[in-house]
């Protein structure tokens, strides 16, 4: 039977689907999952077919105008997890299967030819050489001993990258006949087939004998590979429990039995260190790598081959979560916990969270591995809905660092930045310059909100209501509560102990590099934060400058936090562990727990033990003291506490309604209107505000944001249907953004 009729997800952000006529000389060829191009309104876009009803309510139906790359479709089971994305995070199917797309086969483009690079002769001889040109030819050297290290061919663009080397050096290597440069067209090398001896001499990849908690991690999740069906397991280890290590075996055993697997890991993590680890741990199956710093043309291609099958394991950032893998046995997500897994445009999904949902519909495992698990995981865990399997030792026989507090006082906001490194401090970083040791200073200053905070008690201002951070308005000169709206005048002194002049507080790592080079003027100083690296090129030229030991303090935010493996560093110092801790969000708890965590892990990883010094105001605080003693179960214990009084995440379900807009006053009648109308029809749940977002004005939009909050999705859910696909567009352009599960709060 041909099929005359098309229902289309079109990419416009309305909730609802379109019929369209198949002409007849598509009507052989389109199937269902093709992406087309259709007329909308007076304009032509694109859509994916997702249906072929057999009749239309519509009389005159515009016809399809042609399919786009043929070669490219959804199949059935991410047309069904798209469509659940779609109504579950309340965006239109059409943007989402648009989201889920290479951005190259967005925009249409051709796949152009590329040059890979291989080892001309054996890598024990380019080492060698390497090692003769270290100091006459340093560029040709790092390019021999990354060409030795990788063992395969890899793409020019890529080589150059990893090895900060120019094409000139590398032309030079293969005129003297160590390397081979080569036109491919079609597959990459990262995916082409190796050659698994290649792997064998591989210093203990697969070779190590699991520890205990590592062997019962990995039985719980063979059995559910066995099985074949849905299972979602967390993974608690500590950093260097061996995580990676029981992965690897997982994903071996899905290859094993013909599948492939996925693995998702946040962008700061997906280092070439942790692809070549992912490489060699599997033995020679071909691996996919999918990140943002392919071009569009190269994460085209990949994404054809997997939909191929050609790869056997596709590793990559949130977006991978819709990588069209056949005959998928295993899901990872590494960093379960980490909020860069919430995409924060639409579509706001959570890809650890439909990580779960894919591994539902197929029946599969899912694996969810952290050192510091969310809470929400947490707790699925601890009600039997997840497994769990737990480590809670260094699979190495180093130890955790040491660990030293050093509580801050009122000299660490003196104008000149003099007081940011206590002496204490001082005093590490002065030893390790001596030792030519390497020291990582870490200042989370991601900060804007400015709040409230008595330098001597320690009191931080925070709303009776939501127990959230009130934030300072110079412009009112008032407090102000962002999940409820209440707002108090600023007090003249501490209302606790009634010290006079009760402070406003913020800090930055430039402030902060300016110190250490007065400081520490003989020291090689680097910092890295996202003014400094703005591009990834930036970012990996200094942290590989740090790798290779040309820089004795790197200074950073986030950035430095997670994955690197930094053998050298010997002290890692939290500048102020608190600059998160007063964020006007309820995660603010878990959040300075997690990045404490994840920083004071990165000391002391090589043969020499480390320490952590975290400088702070509130060394009480329940989530600094639990980081800084390892204490993750003390932590969630109280954390959990706080949670279900107020019915925050795991206990509630929180859905955030943003409305922004040039003029701030229609901005506000419109978040009346709409809390007007969800209150009136809110069954089962419990709203929040409206109030202005703590985030006040973004690109010259004022926003303002209501909170639903309640114990049921469904009740949710129900809720905002009530708003309908009524857009808010009678007063100037205020738009309304829903947010399901909303990472952030501000
Ligand atoms: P995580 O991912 O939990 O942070 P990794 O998997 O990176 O931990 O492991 C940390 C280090 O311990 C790595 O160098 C790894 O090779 C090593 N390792 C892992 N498992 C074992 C084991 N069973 N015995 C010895 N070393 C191990
Ligand atoms: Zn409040």
């Not at 309510?57 to 479709?73: A, G, M």
């Not at 804007?448 to 300072?472: P, Q, S």
């Not at 949670?643 to 978040?671: C, T």
Request: proline residues 5%.
């Amino acid at each position: 039977m041909l099929r005359s009729i098309a229902e289309v997800a079109v990419n416009v952000p309305l909730l609802r689907l379109f019929h369209y006529r198949v002409p007849s000389e598509l009507a052989e060829r389109l199937e269902l999952g093709h992406r087309v191009l259709v007329p909308f309104g007076r304009q032509t876009t694109t859509g994916i077919c997702v249906g072929f009803p057999e009749q239309s309510q519509v009389t005159v139906l515009k016809p399809i105008r042609e399919i786009l790359h043929p070669d490219c479709r959804f199949d059935a089971h991410l047309l069904q997890l798209t469509r659940w994305i779609a109504e579950y995070y309340r965006a239109s199917w059409g943007e989402v299967l648009e989201a889920a797309l290479p951005p190259s086969i967005r925009a249409g483009k051709e796949e152009r030819a590329i040059r890979v690079v291989s080892a001309a002769r054996p890598s024990d001889e380019l080492l060698s050489e390497g090692m003769r040109l270290a100091t006459r030819a340093p560029v040709q050297s790092r390019l021999l001993t990354f060409l030795a290290r990788n063992r395969g061919p890899i793409q020019q663009a890529e080589l150059l990258k990893h090895a900060v080397a120019t094409p000139e050096a590398l032309h030079k290597l293969v005129e003297k006949g160590w390397a081979i440069v080569e036109e491919v067209r079609g597959l990459s090398p990262s995916a082409a087939d190796r050659n698994a001896s290649e792997f064998e001499a591989l210093s203990g990849a697969g070779k190590v004998d699991l520890h205990e908690g590592q062997r019962t991690a990995l039985a719980t999740i063979r059995s559910a590979i066995f099985a074949q069906e849905f299972k979602a397991i967390l993974v608690h280890g500590v950093t260097g429990s061996g995580k990676t290590e029981v992965y690897l075996r997982a994903l071996r055993d899905v290859l094993a039995a013909g599948k492939r697997g996925l693995v998702l890991v946040p962008e700061i993590s997906l280092t070439p260190q942790t692809v070549l680890r992912f490489r060699n741990g599997l033995e020679g199956a071909p691996v996919a790598v999918l990140h943002s710093m392919l071009t569009g043309t190269e994460r085209a291609r990949e994404w054809r081959q997997i939909q191929e099958g050609r790869a056997g394991v596709v590793i990559g950032v949130r977006s991978s979560i819709f990588a069209p893998i056949p005959d998928l046995g295993l899901i990872v997500v590494d960093e379960e916990h980490d909020s860069s897994y919430k995409q924060e445009s639409s579509p706001r999904y959570n890809a650890r969270d439909v990580a779960v949902m894919r591994a539902s519909m197929l029946k599969i495992p899912v694996i969810l591995g952290s050192a510091t698990p969310s809470l929400e995981s947490l707790h699925n865990a601890q009600t039997g809905k997840y497994g769990l399997a737990h480590m809670p030792l260094r699979a190495t026989s180093h130890g955790l660092p040491t660990v030293v507090t050093v509580p801050l006082d009122g000299k660490f906001y003196r104008p000149d930045g003099s007081g940011l490194i206590t002496d204490q401090l001082d005093m590490f970083v002065r030893s390790r310059l001596k030792r030519k040791e390497q020291v990582l200073l870490f200042l989370n200053r991601r900060g804007f909100a400015t709040y409230l905070h008595c330098t001597r008690c320690g009191l931080v201002l925070k709303c009776a209501e939501c127990d959230i951070t009130l934030t300072f308005h110079k412009s009112q000169d008032a407090l102000r509560c962002h999940y409820c709206g209440h707002s108090r005048a600023v007090p003249p002194d501490c209302p606790d102990c009634s010290m006079p002049g009760i402070r406003r507080t913020g800090v930055g790592t430039e402030k902060l590099t300016a110190e250490l080079e007065r400081r520490y003027p003989e020291a090689r100083i680097a910092r890295l934060d996202r003014d400094t690296a703005s591009s990834n090129n930036a970012m990996r030229t200094t942290i590989g400058a740090f790798s290779r030991g040309e820089v004795d303090i790197l200074v950073g935010t986030q950035m430095v936090a997670k994955g690197h493996d930094f053998p050298q560093v010997t002290l890692v110092g939290i500048v102020s562990a608190d600059t998160g801790l007063n964020f006007p969000d309820f995660r603010a708890a878990e959040r300075t727990f997690q990045v404490i965590t994840q920083v004071s892990g990165r000391a002391g990883r090589g043969a020499k033990s480390g320490h952590v010094i975290i400088q702070t105001f509130f060394s009480e605080h329940f989530a600094v003291r639990c980081a800084a003693t390892g204490d993750f179960d003390e932590f969630a214990r109280r954390e959990l506490e706080f949670r279900k009084a107020l019915g925050y995440p795991p206990f509630g379900r929180l859905v955030k309604i943003l409305l922004q807009g040039p003029v701030e006053e229609s901005v506000a009648q419109e978040a009346k209107d709409t809390a007007e109308i969800l209150r009136e029809k809110c069954e089962g749940c419990r709203l929040l505000g409206p109030a202005p977002s703590p985030i006040t004005k973004i690109q010259g939009k004022f926003r303002h944001q209501i909170l639903l909050k309640s114990a049921s999705a469904r009740a949710l859910h129900r809720t905002i249907d009530h708003l309908g696909n009524r857009r808010p567009q009678k007063r100037s352009a205020v738009e309304r953004i829903i947010d399901v599960d909303p990472q952030s709060m501000l």
